[in-house]
């Protein structure tokens, strides 16, 4: 099936750090990633949306300039916590999808900000 | 009124049991239905993906979508302790996101 490698698992950085969290499909071209957050026991909350060479769409609500979002390839997109504050600690998930088929999830990222 | 509505749970059941898990959604122009199992501090895994209205069985699960009555069903049959996770359907309309329902939390006991 296909597969969707997010790294690192878990980060804990102090408060002020930017803090990079890639994914990758790793056998499949992703025309569209999608970066979630979770909280506990709650669903997943769409941070922003990205097709590959084009800017990402983000939620309302969501700051565009605080989480970076790049996808440069059809492999690969990158999540940037900017100057990191410890309301920011979360579960940060990525997903890929080609074409119409179904999403894909990587496994998350724990970041805790000191 | 959300969009995709799903019953929190916890649902817990012995070991065995058939489970029925459901959603329901208010939006029409689903037209892709998928159903995702989420275990603690991992992403969710795709378990059933089907598009427009009927049934699709894999192994021990079963979907179901009924647009007429905009009705999602996920059924498991001879639960095991392993199917313990927390369940999640996700409706989409055409190219468009996901839209996630809470999640049931499920517990099968041994």
């Known amino acids: 099936g296909a597969v969707v490698s997010q790294h690192p698992s878990w980060v804990i950085c102090k408060s002020g750090t930017s803090v990079k969290i890639e994914c990758r499909s790793l056998d499949f071209q992703a025309t569209t990633m999608f970066w979630y957050r979770q909280f506990p026991k709650q669903s997943l909350m769409l941070m922003a949306t990205?097709?590959?060479?084009?800017?990402?769409?983000?939620e309302q609500g969501v700051e565009k300039d605080k989480f970076l979002i790049n996808h440069a390839s059809l492999t690969l997109s990158t999540l940037t916590v900017t100057s990191a504050h410890p309301e920011d600690s979360s579960f940060y998930i990525c997903?890929?999808?080609?074409?119409?088929?179904?999403?894909?999830f990587g496994d998350g990222t724990r970041l805790s900000i000191l | 009124q959300k969009e995709v509505e799903q019953d929190p749970g916890p649902l817990s059941v012995p070991e065995g049991a058939i489970v029925s898990l459901n959603c329901t959604y208010s939006n029409s122009a689903f037209q892709y239905f998928m159903w995702y199992r989420q275990y603690s501090r991992k992403g969710p895994e795709l378990l059933m993906y089907?598009?427009?209205?009927g049934n699709k069985e894999d192994g021990r699960f079963t979907a179901q979508v009924d647009k007429s009555s905009k009705y999602i069903s996920l059924f498991i049959r001879d639960s095991q302790p392993s199917d313990s996770a927390t369940y999640l359907c996700?409706?989409?309309?055409?190219?468009?996101?996901?839209?996630f329902g809470q999640g049931t939390r499920l517990t099968i006991n041994p």
């Open positions: 089907t598009y427009s209205s």
């Open positions: 996700a409706p989409r309309e055409g190219a468009q996101k996901l839209v």
């Open positions: 997903s890929a999808r080609a074409g119409d088929q179904p999403q894909h």
């Open positions: 990205s097709n590959e060479g084009s800017k990402a769409t983000y």
